[in-house]
């Protein structure tokens, strides 16, 4: 069969982070009022940081150079190095951050069983402790939920959020929200997103996924934790000098990247729905709720990496999840024809009978 490598451009879905800066932003770059954000001297920043405290309706926000290092410095601006962080054991301050949770935080994991990242709710009432260390317990220094779930990008319902802080706050622990994908969860939700943040002490969400800016997360929360938080970010090595070049993506990402989000979802749904067509086992429509549909491939005899490989054969990439799950992630240059596509190259790979075609 001739590869349609050949002929076809690459589709990438592993992530939306692929996603490049749209022109807007790079004619909003040039254009942008600079000076030293580290001394609190770039006007772009600021403004950024204003236009996201209004959206998440907190005191204040900060400019971070990745969402990784906003969620770090988010635990340690609420808990000073000492205690548990607990929160869905799929997460990704658990799963993919190199476990700076405790390396760079001195942080104490405490991941509970949940589902589609949501935690077990007595699960958490059981594990809280006061903050503060007594003779026998470490306290909980914070809990962190998570949406959209970067795994399968799952929201969490209100009510689960409502449920997590009155617990949390009940026990005097405060509470962060790992929003890397907030803008997403809240057009799923159909509320804004400080609906979502306000079931939070901080929130961050990322300008380098599905908004299309380069670089650049904002962590929201009051004034007294933005100012620990500068700190941490200063400790942090993430004090940026002219950072208004990339604030000017984020504040164009605010302004045009948002409402598109509904189309990759739309976008993700069709291709959940052409993909349970061709095997029922692979996906289950109703579980994509955002812009990621996760493909189960464990009733074959070939394992997520191996479905990468040969997908990656005719030029679609995806990412596996698990052994048996992979990942195929909706964004701007992502469009219907690329869906058709992809489930041609599905439906290939399948009629070849993945049983004989991945033996192991
Ligand atoms: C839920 C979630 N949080 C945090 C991050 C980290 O963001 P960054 O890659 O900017 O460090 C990611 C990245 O994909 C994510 O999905």
């Known amino acids: ?53 209004t959206l998440l309706r907190k005191e204040a926000a900060l400019f971070l150079p990745s969402g990784t290092m906003s969620n770090h410095v988010a635990v340690l601006s609420h808990s000073s190095f000492r205690g548990e962080v607990i929160g869905e054991a799929s997460s990704h301050i658990f799963r993919s951050e190199m476990g700076g949770l405790s390396l760079l935080a001195g942080l104490y994991p405490r991941p509970l069983a ?53 617990k949390s706050w009940e026990a005097g622990v405060p509470v962060h929200l790992d929003g890397a994908r907030l803008f997403n969860a809240a057009i799923a939700l159909g509320v804004s997103a400080s609906a979502i943040a306000a079931f939070a002490d901080s929130a961050t969400f990322c300008l380098s996924k599905a908004l299309s800016a380069p670089v650049g997360s904002v962590l929201a929360g009051s004034r007294v934790f933005i100012e620990r938080a500068r700190g941490f970010r200063k400790m942090f090595g993430g004090n940026l000098r002219q950072a208004g070049l990339l604030a000017a993506c984020g504040l164009v990402a605010l302004e045009e990247s948002i409402e598109r ?30 812009n990621m549909v996760v493909v ?65």
Not at 129 to 156: F, I, K, N
Not at 340 to 354: D, H, N
């Open 114 to 166: 949940g589902r589609s990242g949501a935690m077990d709710v007595d699960e958490l009432a059981a594990w809280l402790r006061p903050p503060s260390l007594t003779s026998h317990a470490l306290g909980t220094a914070v809990v962190c939920m998570e949406t959209t779930h970067s795994v399968g990008g799952t929201v969490l319902s209100l009510d689960h959020m409502r449920d997590v802080c009155t």
């Open 261 to 290: 989000l509904a189309d990759d979802h739309v976008i993700a749904r069709r291709l959940a729905d052409g993909l349970h067509r061709i095997d029922p086992r692979l996906v289950s429509p109703p579980d994509v709720a955002t």
């Open 1 to 53: 069969m001739q590869k349609l490598t050949a002929v076809a451009p690459v589709i990438d879905m592993r992530s939306d982070t692929v996603t490049k800066p749209t022109p807007a932003m790079i004619d909003r770059m040039t254009s942008a009022e600079l000076g030293d954000d580290g001394r609190g001297d770039d006007p772009t920043v600021k403004e950024l940081e204003r236009v996201s405290a």
């Open 296 to 360: 189960n491939v464990g009733w074959s005899a070939a394992g997520a990496e191996q479905w990468t490989r040969a997908l990656s054969d005719y030029a679609v990439l995806t990412a596996p999840v698990s052994r048996d799950k992979l990942r195929l992630v909706v964004h701007r240059h992502v469009n219907v024809s690329s869906i058709e596509r992809v489930l041609i190259v599905f439906a290939e790979i399948y009629l070849k009978r993945p049983a004989t075609l991945f033996a192991r």
